[in-house]
């Protein structure tokens, strides 16, 4: 399975960008996923998990109530819409597959990033 990141870009803080994670193979649908983000100098970190189904979803604390994790099966794609952006939201922002947990351990498949940076 590969994974491909996009959307992410230079956003002022109360914008918006939705990040889109692309992936190939023929049971990709049928898999869980989860975004991460990883700021300089901090560990990787959890953002958002959905089941495969997309009846489930998580978040992270400091994202709740501002960034939704979807997905479109038919396209096998997975998508992060992030409202409300905060300068501390800047990281790069990966996908990871095949897990629906907070630990990164756990995923067996990762994108290659894509950077998010918010301005004050």
């Known amino acids: 399975v590969q994974l491909v990141e996009s959307g992410g870009g230079l956003v002022q803080a109360g914008g918006s960008l939705r990040l889109s994670c692309a992936a190939s193979?023929?049971?990709?649908?049928?898999?869980?996923m989860g975004w991460f983000r990883r700021s300089p100098g901090k560990e990787r970190e959890f953002v958002a998990g959905i089941s495969w189904s997309g009846g489930s979803g998580s978040y992270v604390d400091s994202v709740k109530g501002r960034f939704t994790i979807s997905r479109d099966n038919a396209k096998n794609t997975v998508y992060l819409q992030m409202n409300s952006l905060k300068p501390e939201d800047t990281a790069v922002y990966y996908c990871?597959?095949?897990?629906?947990?907070?630990?990164?351990?756990?995923?067996?498949?990762w994108g290659q990033g894509t950077q998010v940076t918010v301005s004050s």
């Open positions: 990871a597959a095949d897990a629906y947990s907070e630990d990164a351990r756990l995923y067996d498949y």
């Open positions: 193979g023929r049971t990709a649908s049928r898999f869980d």
